[in-house]
Every structure is written in structure tokens, then in C-alpha cells.
């Protein structure tokens, strides 16, 4: 049976983020495995994420970022601008390219295309077992496998849908994304619009909505065409770029625990901020504190953000579930009242309590006490 150092369950952006950090140090030789159904596919995904500077693992030919951004609903349009942050955002396709240019050129590095059917832990070591009766062993195994399965039922999840589209005219605004914008004043779920601009003739435009139910791909798809018919009824427009996908919205995910030689990460691993669907930062903070602990022969201590910020997300989730047209308002107050850089580093639990008491203290308190009231853990 071949013996690896450590060995990946899923090769996605955790892993993948994981080995880069892992190359980057002293245990770039270790002897490493990673194993995925479909680890010769890049994923259709973009990546958007905030901070001060782009961080490291961002190729520095494929940055794009923006300092301002807007809230628009049928009635108002409301602007705000960073003021140390931006907004950066990263394709997938740059981002699996750059990494797997890294791991092509070291030898140690192993990859194997099947399903992770089970993991077996034994005493200082665990096993992996793949298809076709393949089992490999090693002394350290990082599990980012994730499907439906894994989520706690009726969670609600994030659905969205977005295409970048271009046109011959210019029609976007360029300076300024827009973080969510409502073309009407009633829906029966939460649901929105985001839009990227890249220039006045290139967006990504993507409908997105918080559902207990499954929606199919094809009645995403039907919105974004139905926006921009509305929006430019005399523009065409060609598609570019597609991406859909499903986040889980519970603070519940990942509480999968680790054992003696198998950590979760990623998503699996509760990294996704349950009120926001936000991951990418969170996992580029883990894995290099991961690596950080490998390096200094530590044993890898467990995910542990101050419970308080659990405590905001499910009474988020709470309204969410119950009174999903009171989020509208909920959002607008919460930009509207807070500073954006300071919004910002509270939505990536960056924030002290000191400045959460400020930032909530300022909204309407109506619905907090409506959702504390009938707390539950979503
Ligand atoms: C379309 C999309 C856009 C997103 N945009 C953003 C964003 O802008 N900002 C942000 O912060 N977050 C975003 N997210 C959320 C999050 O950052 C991503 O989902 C991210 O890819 C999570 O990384 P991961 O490694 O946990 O999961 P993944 O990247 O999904 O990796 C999991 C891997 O496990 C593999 N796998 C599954 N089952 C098995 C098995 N049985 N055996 C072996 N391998 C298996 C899969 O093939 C996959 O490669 C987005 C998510 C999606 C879906």
C-alpha cells in the first residue's frame, strides 16, 4: 500500500490553497497526495474577497478590485466607498492554473482521479479508500469532500446563478460594484441581484436567492435574461462566462469534528460564514495557520471563532428563515448606519465585541427582538 505524508480527500480551493502554503514552506518536500473525481477540471467559479492588499495566493496578472460600491432597490440607489479595503476578485480558472503550475513542478506530488469512498482511522495513521479497491495511508489526511448529504436538513442555502456578459455599447458602471440590488418591493424568498462590472462593457451579473427548496439551474438562468431585458431592452449581449452554485446558510455545517490523523476544511469544515456564504478569505487565514502549525511540529489545533459571531448569524439566519422580506431593510440599515470598511471587517469577524454593540445598537431593534425572541440554531 503506498504511504504518503499527507494526502487531500477533494481537491478544491481549500486543498489546493493548502498545498500553496505547504510549498511556500520548509515542508515543500513532503510527500503528498491528492484525490479528487474530477481533478482535471477547473470549476466555473469566481472568487471575491476583501482586504487592504491582494493577498498572496492571488496571481498578481489576474487582479481586479473596486473601492465603491452600491445598494439599489425600485425606490433608492445608496453609494459608499472604502476606505482602506477593496473589493478583489479572482477567476478559477487563474486561480487553479497558477496552482497547478506550482504542484507540476515538484515531484512529491501525487494526484489520483477517483471519489474518496470512505477514511478509516488506525492508531497514528489513517486510511483512504478509493474506487476500484484502491487504498492509500497516511499520517495526516485533510477531507474537503462536500455534497448535499452534508448538510443538516432544512438549511437554508444560497442559489445562485451569474453570467458575465458583454456588449458592444457601453452600459455598466465600471468604478462601482453593486452588492445586492431589488427590482421589486415583494418576494416570497430573499433574493437579489449582484453585479460586477469589469468595464463599461463587461459584467458579471448574478441572480441570487435564500431557499429551503432546490431551484433549477434553467429558473436561475430565466432571471438574469429577465433583468437584462429589462434593464437594456435595446442591448445584445453575449455570454462570456456561466456560474451557479449552492452555499449552505447554517451555522450547523462543520461541525463535523476532527480526529487524531483526519481534519475537516473548508466548507466541510464550517469555514463558510452561514449568513453570508463568504469562504475564500476565511480559507486562505486557516490553511496558512494550518501549515504554520505542521511547520513548527505542532499538533493542528481546531476551528475556533468566538462563538458571538455564531450567536449574529443565526439570528440572521432566523429572520431569514421566518420573515425573509424584513432583510431588505435589515441590509439597508446595516450599510446606511455603519461605517464600510468597518461593516466590512464585522461581516469577515474581524470586529470587537465594543465595535458589534456599536454597529448593532444603531439598527432597528424591532426584528432583533422578533428573532431573539424565537432563537433558534440554524
Ligand atoms: C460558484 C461559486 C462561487 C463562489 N464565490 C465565492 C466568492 O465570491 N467568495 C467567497 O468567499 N466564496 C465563494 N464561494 C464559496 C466558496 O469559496 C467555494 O465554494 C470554495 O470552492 C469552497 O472550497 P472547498 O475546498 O471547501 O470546496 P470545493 O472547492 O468545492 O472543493 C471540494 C472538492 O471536493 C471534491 N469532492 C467531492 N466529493 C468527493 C469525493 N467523494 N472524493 C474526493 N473528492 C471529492 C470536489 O470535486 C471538489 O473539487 C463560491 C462558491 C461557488 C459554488
Same mark, same amino acid.
Given at each position: 500500500m503506498k504511504e504518503y505524508d499527507i494526502i487531500f480527500a477533494g481537491a478544491g480551493c481549500a486543498s489546493l490553497s493548502m498545498v500553496y502554503y505547504l510549498l511556500e514552506s520548509p515542508l515543500r518536500h513532503s510527500k503528498i497526495l491528492l484525490i479528487d473525481p474530477d481533478i482535471n477540471r477547473i470549476p466555473s467559479k469566481t472568487w471575491c474577497y476583501w482586504s487592504e492588499s491582494p493577498l498572496e495566493i492571488h496571481p498578481s496578472h489576474a487582479i481586479h478590485f473596486w473601492e465603491n460600491l452600491k445598494l439599489s432597490s425600485v425606490d433608492q440607489q445608496q453609494h459608499y466607498s472604502f476606505s482602506k479595503l477593496k473589493y478583489f476578485h479572482l477567476e478559477s480558472t487563474d486561480f487553479y492554473e497558477s496552482i497547478w503550475k506550482k504542484i507540476n513542478s515538484h515531484h512529491t506530488i501525487e494526484t489520483l482521479a477517483s471519489p474518496v469512498i470512505g477514511l478509516e482511522e488506525k492508531e497514528n495513521y489513517s486510511l483512504v479508500h478509493c474506487q476500484k479497491g484502491v487504498t492509500v495511508q497516511a499520517k495526516t489526511v485533510f477531507d474537503s469532500r462536500i455534497s448535499d448529504q452534508d448538510f443538516p436538513p432544512n438549511v437554508l442555502k444560497q442559489l445562485f446563478a451569474g453570467w458575465v456578459v458583454k456588449t458592444e455599447s457601453p452600459l455598466f458602471d465600471s468604478k462601482s460594484l453593486t452588492l445586492m440590488e431589488w427590482n421589486q418591493t415583494f418576494a416570497e424568498d430573499f433574493e437579489f441581484?449582484?453585479?460586477?462590472?469589469?468595464?463599461?462593457?463587461?459584467?458579471?451579473?448574478?441572480?441570487?436567492?435564500?431557499?429551503?427548496?432546490?431551484?433549477? &439551474?434553467?429558473?436561475?438562468?430565466? &432571471?438574469?435574461?429577465?433583468?437584462?431585458?429589462?434593464?437594456?431592452?435595446?442591448?445584445?449581449?453575449?455570454?462570456?462566462?456561466?456560474?451557479?452554485?449552492?452555499?449552505?446558510?447554517?451555522?450547523?455545517?462543520?461541525?463535523?469534528?476532527?480526529?487524531?490523523?483526519?481534519?475537516?476544511?473548508?466548507?466541510?469544515?464550517?469555514?463558510?460564514?452561514?449568513?453570508?456564504?463568504?469562504?475564500?478569505? &476565511?480559507?486562505?487565514?486557516?490553511? &496558512?495557520?494550518?501549515?504554520?502549525?505542521?511547520?513548527?511540529?505542532?499538533?493542528?489545533?481546531?476551528?475556533?471563532?468566538?462563538?458571538?459571531?455564531?450567536?449574529?448569524?443565526?439570528?440572521?439566519?432566523?429572520?431569514?428563515?421566518?420573515?425573509?422580506?424584513?432583510?431588505?431593510?435589515?441590509?439597508?440599515?446595516l450599510f446606511q448606519k455603519t461605517q464600510t470598511d468597518q461593516l466590512f471587517r464585522f461581516l469577515n469577524e474581524e470586529t470587537s465585541l465594543w465595535e458589534e454593540i456599536r454597529i448593532l445598537s444603531r439598527l432597528r431593534f424591532a426584528i432583533f427582538i422578533k428573532s431573539l425572541l424565537s432563537y433558534e440554531k440554524r
Open positions: 441581484f449582484y453585479i460586477l462590472p469589469f468595464s463599461d462593457q463587461s459584467a458579471l451579473i448574478e441572480y441570487t436567492t435564500y431557499s429551503k427548496k432546490p431551484i433549477s &439551474k434553467d429558473i436561475l438562468e430565466n &432571471k438574469i435574461q429577465d433583468y437584462l431585458d429589462q434593464k437594456f431592452p435595446a442591448a445584445n449581449f453575449s455570454i462570456t462566462f456561466q456560474e451557479s452554485g449552492v452555499i449552505p446558510m447554517s451555522t450547523q455545517v462543520g461541525e463535523i469534528k476532527s480526529s487524531k490523523t483526519i481534519y475537516p476544511i473548508g466548507t466541510r469544515a464550517g469555514w463558510t460564514k452561514a449568513s453570508t456564504g463568504y469562504t475564500f478569505h &476565511k480559507i486562505q487565514l486557516e490553511t &496558512k495557520r494550518i501549515v504554520s502549525e505542521l511547520v513548527q511540529g505542532k499538533s493542528i489545533s481546531p476551528y475556533n471563532p468566538p462563538k458571538r459571531f455564531k450567536f449574529y448569524d443565526n439570528i440572521l439566519l432566523n429572520i431569514a428563515h421566518k420573515w425573509p422580506n424584513e432583510l431588505v431593510l435589515l441590509f439597508k440599515d
